[in-house]
């Protein structure tokens, strides 16, 4: 802080003991009348002397003058003294005496937002608008709780009648921007981001945003651009930065790209975190092995442990003393895969509390890794089991090709319809309609209810309701592996192909997750798998009549 920030707040702070020191003589003096009591308060609200405030506020009730405003004013105080049970009985107070004073029902709505109550809060903003229509906050305020709440064509409508009571409103543009680009609107959304950008050119969050619907549009190189304009206004962001290092994952720029990612544990929504946090901190992977042992912690999904742990056998081969600490689940996997003999569960780290550790999803960034490194691609082999003869028995007796399925996403990823992961299992009726082959459901859990109603049951494997109860990952690898194809949504089914090198079509939405890039129909990740993608084709239905043909192509030649 400068010279002249104290300087001028020493001379506002004078201005502001001038004014108050008259108006408090003047309340005591004889002649005084109630207005004065008002402008005291005032003085105090302005300068954020709530307390203060509610004692003047309350002895001009005393004097028996009814004003809605003084009411009100003092459900802010308490509002803003975080004291919201007093706050709302002040509103309601207000409203009780003045019921038509719209101000006091805009306060009892924000009010209730605070405390998490939206629903309630909905129905005053509405009450709010029905006494005057006229306000633009009432709008926007309404149209930001609809959008907190995912009703975003309801957001959508309150952002533009905002927008006809007040066009000069950058932060309405913006969040009206977002609200299209959440439920697909893409095209409306550049425009109105672009526009807010060109009114305003200083409001710096349209930036971001911007960058944030390019990419996911597909147009990375734009996306980049903005996001350099934003970090221009804030250049140590974790936000931009991250999003400028997904940019260029997708793009293929690895080292760009993994460095940004690094920024995920330093967002202020939603930092990603590993699943177990030790008591030490976090080291570079160079800290780390100069170290006499250290550890390796999963992070986010199972298929994102399976993808990366691929550098765990390279990192063994360096002589580097580490433990690999993963979900439990995983754990027969990463066995039976033979990538680490004695991995260990994220529950049970907590006894190496203090040994320094990285995040298994950062090693591709401290490992320099492009599409040259030898490491970059899984090469395990598979420890038979006694699962694997069973499994062996019981499929051999399948006649025809076995194509395994997986449709449904976890729901937590299914964000919008561009986002969605998921289709429904009904559209394989396409690829079994011509083709004469048996389907075998590898869904688990989410989407499995669908099997229930699926009028085509009768072209699954007849063992399907044994697999149906299996929940063990090896036992998943090893039914994958007696598959002829897997056909599957992105899911750990798919991760868990990749890793085995069977011949997987990995089936993306218009806007996939990062690591499968924008364009291409190959993975560098997973050179099994052929990438269809739901940009290329006007629907779902679209795609699977198209996958049904390369089935027809895929029996006759035994080429993906």
Not at 377 to 392: A, D, L, R
Request: glycine share 4%; proline share 4%.
């Amino acid at each position: 802080m400068n010279k002249e920030y104290f300087q001028n707040f020493a001379e506002k702070n004078e201005k502001y003991l001038k004014t108050r020191d008259y108006l408090i003589r003047k309340s005591k003096s004889g002649d005084s009348n109630p207005s004065i009591l008002l402008e005291l308060a005032s003085l105090y609200l302005s300068n954020s002397r709530y307390h203060d405030a509610l004692l003047v506020l309350k002895q001009y009730i005393d004097t028996g003058i009814n004003n809605p405003k003084v009411y009100n004013d003092i459900g802010i105080c308490y509002r803003k003294l975080d004291q919201h049970s007093k706050a709302l009985n002040w509103f309601k107070k207000t409203i009780l005496k003045f019921p038509s004073y719209d101000i006091a029902y805009f306060n009892l709505a924000n009010t209730l937002k605070d405390i998490g109550q939206l629903e309630k809060a909905i129905t005053f903003y509405i009450q709010a608008i029905a006494i005057e229509s006229t306000n633009y906050l009432y709008h926007y305020n309404l149209a930001n709780l609809y959008s907190q709440l995912k009703f975003y064509e309801k957001a959508i409508i309150y952002y533009e009648s905002t927008l006809r009571l007040n066009r000069n409103f950058p932060d309405a543009l913006n969040n009206y921007a977002i609200a299209l680009s959440s439920i697909g609107r893409y095209e409306k959304s550049l425009e109105f981001l672009k526009l807010t950008i060109r009114l305003f050119p200083n409001h710096i969050n349209s930036y971001f945003n911007l960058g944030n619907v390019l990419r996911n549009t597909g147009r990375i190189e734009e996306s980049i651009f903005y996001y350099d304009k934003y970090l221009e206004f804030k250049p140590d962001s974790p936000e931009a930065l991250y999003n400028k290092g997904i940019s260029n994952l997708i793009k293929g720029n690895f080292k760009k790209g993994f460095k940004g990612y690094q920024y995920r544990f330093y967002l202020e929504k939603n930092p990603v975190r590993p699943h177990f946090i030790p008591k030490a901190r976090e080291s570079t992977l160079l800290e780390a092995s100069r170290s006499e042992k250290f550890l390796i912690l999963s992070e986010q999904g199972l298929g994102d442990t399976i993808q990366f742990m691929r550098y765990i056998p390279y990192l063994r081969a360096q002589n580097l003393n580490f433990l690999f600490s993963v979900q439990s689940k995983l754990l027969g996997l990463i066995e039976a895969l033979q990538i680490d003999k004695a991995p260990i569960s994220n529950e049970s780290t907590r006894q190496y509390n203090q040994l320094p550790w990285i995040s298994l999803m950062s090693l591709s960034h401290y490992l320099n890794i492009n599409e040259a490194s030898p490491y970059a691609i899984p090469n395990y082999s598979f420890k038979p089991t006694y699962s694997s003869v069973e499994w062996s028995n019981i499929l051999s007796k399948e006649t025809r090709p076995i194509i395994g399925i997986n449709w449904q996403s976890d729901p937590r990823f299914e964000k919008n319809t561009n986002t969605c992961r998921s289709f429904p299992l009904s559209l394989f009726k396409y690829i079994i309609r011509n083709n004469d082959i048996r389907l075998l459901s590898l869904q688990k859990m989410h989407g499995i209810d669908q099997l229930e109603n699926c009028d085509f049951l009768s072209k699954f494997v007849s063992c399907q309701s044994q697999i149906n109860k299996t929940f063990d990952f090896v036992q998943t690898a090893v039914i994958i592996q007696h598959c002829d194809l897997i056909i599957t949504s992105d899911t750990v089914v798919a991760h868990i192909a990749g890793a085995l090198a069977k011949p997987t079509w990995l089936l993306l939405n218009k806007s996939p997750d990062w690591r499968w890039g924008r364009v291409g129909d190959r993975s560098f990740w997973y050179p099994s798998f052929r990438l269809f993608r739901l940009n290329e084709y006007e629907s779902w239905s679209d795609l699977f009549e198209y996958l049904a043909l390369q089935v027809s192509h895929y029996e006759f030649t035994g080429n993906l």
